[in-house]
């Protein structure tokens, strides 16, 4: 598996985050290029090399021209996302970090998720922030993200709210069940942003893993420490033949056989939103001859809780299953085929090393149907007629 590694010992920010993306290889131009289709003015990412101890790493700042008055709710963010120009997968990540943010806020205040007002996480800085992280990562194409142990630092931060102790609430409430420290700086090295990037990206939160590292790189921090280097270490490696690619995961299911069918796809763009793996349902007879639906989830260990609490709330279910599962995949890479309608993303799946299967990302399938008025049947057998093409 490619695999993307988060070292946070002295934390992680939203600027951190686009910092150590484009130390690691995202180009700057095409990350401000996509940033664009967002549609939103009064901004300019500024790039620098920079270093921190003498380790050289890029710093990514988020420059406000003027000022930002708007106050943004969730429906704000969710029309400024589903409105841009960005691919739906990117979409969909940006709105699962927005959504980690949103709901922590929601239990913090005491109030539903929909009048959360966004504050600083609103700005424009923090929308670039968490939409470029977004970007980033679909363009890395890595299979799993691995997260050290988090710094979150010491102190007070001062916020819309007042002066407030380190971590910040909402901060503490996207942590949990991430292995973190605190103290080891005085001043806040893990933000909202930053902890909702892992939340949303993280799919293994252990110690120990068996890698191969093929590029380290730093995304350098606004503040300094006398001590300790503010930097984010990301690193991508590929996981040895010692280390089996499955992993253990969890599958939640639930009958369900009084709910209006109609609300089957909502929940489930619900479920991916909020970071399911995988959302599927399965035609069932209950008792009394009754016709049913399972509703099966299956996401990755420490999303549970919070898909379990928005199955409950959003369908008719009154008890759900939680079983532990293990997933075997295969490893996976993505390269890029120029058509003549443009570049197109191949999926190559690999059994010990062998090459199983290959095929279009069916995104830009549709995409090349939609915009050329060509049946998607066509535009998939032509690209794959030129996959076969280049292998020859």
């Known amino acids: 598996m490619k695999v993307l590694c988060y070292d946070c010992f002295s934390g992680i920010s939203g600027d951190m985050n686009l910092g150590a993306m484009l130390a690691l290889g995202i180009e700057e ?49 969710e029309k400024i996302i589903s409105d841009s120009g960005l691919g739906e997968d990117v979409k969909k990540l940006s709105m699962r970090i927005f959504m980690k943010v949103a709901e922590a806020e929601a239990h913090v205040h005491g109030i539903p998720v929909d009048r959360v007002h966004f504050h600083e996480v609103g700005a424009i800085d923090s929308i670039i922030d968490i939409a470029g992280a977004a970007i980033c990562f679909s ?17 007070f931060v001062v916020c819309e709210h007042g002066t407030l ?31 909702a990037i892992l939340a949303a990206l993280g799919t293994d939160f252990s110690k120990t893993h068996s890698l191969k590292i093929l590029k380290t790189a730093y995304g350098i921090g606004q503040k300094e420490h006398n001590d300790v280097p503010n930097l984010l270490r990301v690193s991508l490696g590929e996981t040895t033949d010692s280390e089996n690619t499955g992993h253990n995961a969890v599958h939640l299911e639930c009958n369900i056989d009084d709910m209006n069918p109609e609300f089957y796809d909502y929940i489930s763009e619900k479920l991916f939103s909020a970071g399911a793996s995988d959302v599927f349902f399965t035609n069932i007879i209950m008792k009394k001859g009754r016709p049913g639906i399972i509703l099966n989830v299956i996401c990755e260990t420490g999303h549970e809780d919070n898909l379990k609490e928005l199955i409950f709330k959003e369908s008719t279910t009154v008890g759900i299953r939680t079983v532990q599962v293990r997933k075997d995949t295969l490893v996976r ?49 032509m690209i794959l007629s030129m996959i076969s093409a280049n292998r020859k």
């Open 333 to 381: 890479e993505f390269t890029r085929l120029n058509t003549k309608f443009g570049e197109v993303t191949v999926k190559h799946s690999y059994l010990k090393g062998s090459e199983v299967s290959v095929k279009p990302e069916f995104d830009d399938v549709r995409r090349i149907a939609a915009e050329n008025g060509i049946p998607v049947k066509d535009v998939y057998s």
């Open 165 to 195: 102790p380190v971590p910040a609430p909402a901060t503490a409430e996207i942590i949990k069940g991430i292995p973190v420290r605190k103290g080891g700086l005085d001043f806040e090295a893990t933000t909202p942003t930053g902890a």
């Open 139 to 155: 363009a890395l194409k890595v299979d799993a993200v691995y997260v050290s142990e988090v710094e979150l630092g010491g102190g």
């Open 29 to 77: 131009s095409y990350l401000i290029g996509e940033l664009k289709k967002l549609n939103l003015d009064g901004w300019e990412l500024l790039v620098e090399k920079d270093q921190r101890h003498g380790i050289a790493g890029i710093k990514a700042t988020v420059r406000q021209k003027g000022h930002d008055h708007s106050h943004r709710h969730l429906s704000d963010i």
